[in-house]
């Protein structure tokens, strides 16, 4: 257990629907990454934040957005869902801001737009 | 941008049998970092390189950093069916994000 939870797990939805997955991080960890994994490729970079401010973007669609709360929980809102949103979403934590820590990955949320 | 290229994309091997996967980066990379996700599973550390020429073992497996931190390697010798999954290596060129190769998926005949 990397100690990362995400919620919910799996989520079926219609395109053009909105959909807000959840991601807390580890005990103590400040950073929270989001990645897009499709079948069979490889991990995509969205976003991150430290410690409530966003640090890093990657390839995010204007359709997502995310979020770091306060208490150091992040929401990754996708809109306007196409099928090709179809995909496994990592959230991932580490300690600091820095790349150069260990991310720790939760289990995903396997998002299925119909 | 900073591209971090895989290869193979697959590979098939005999229990037994050695298995290796490189990383390829277009830039210097300050630290190289290695990850392992099995079927249905989650990414999970395995390792970080950060010196030019470094190399690692953890038991069976040898991680090997690039003299000009461009490349990287993970070899596994004598493969047991517990190694099967998706490799991946990712890199970080000074403060940028973390980039992560396509990944390398083992499986293994028993």
């Known amino acids: 257990d990397s100690g990362v939870t995400q919620t919910p797990k799996h989520l079926i939805t219609a395109t053009g629907q909105r959909v807000t997955l959840r991601c807390s991080p580890r005990s103590g960890d400040l950073s929270v990454y989001w990645y897009q994994q499709s079948l069979d490729q490889g991990l995509q970079f969205l976003i991150q934040y430290y410690n409530g401010e966003e640090r890093a973007k990657g390839n995010i669609l204007e359709r997502f957005s995310a979020q770091q709360f306060p208490d150091l929980h992040s929401e990754l809102n996708l809109s306007s869902l196409e099928l090709g949103d179809s995909a496994l979403y990592f959230c991932a934590s580490s300690v600091v801001a820095g790349h150069d820590a260990p991310l720790h990955f939760g289990n995903g949320t396997r998002l299925t737009v119909t | 941008g900073q591209q971090v290229m895989q290869i193979p994309q697959y590979q098939h091997v005999q229990e037994g049998e050695d298995f290796t996967t490189y990383c390829n980066s277009s830039?210097?990379?300050?630290?190289i970092q290695w990850y392992k996700q099995r079927p249905g599973g989650h990414p999970v550390f395995l390792i970080q390189l950060v010196k030019s020429g470094e190399v690692k073992k953890q038991k069976r497996l040898t991680f090997q950093f690039g003299e000009a931190k461009k490349n990287s390697s993970l070899h596994i010798t004598a493969t047991q069916t517990t190694d099967v999954g998706t490799y991946f290596c990712a890199g970080r060129e000074g403060a940028q994000k973390l980039v992560f190769g396509q990944g390398t998926r083992l499986t293994i005949n028993p």
């Open positions: 830039t210097t990379l300050s630290n």
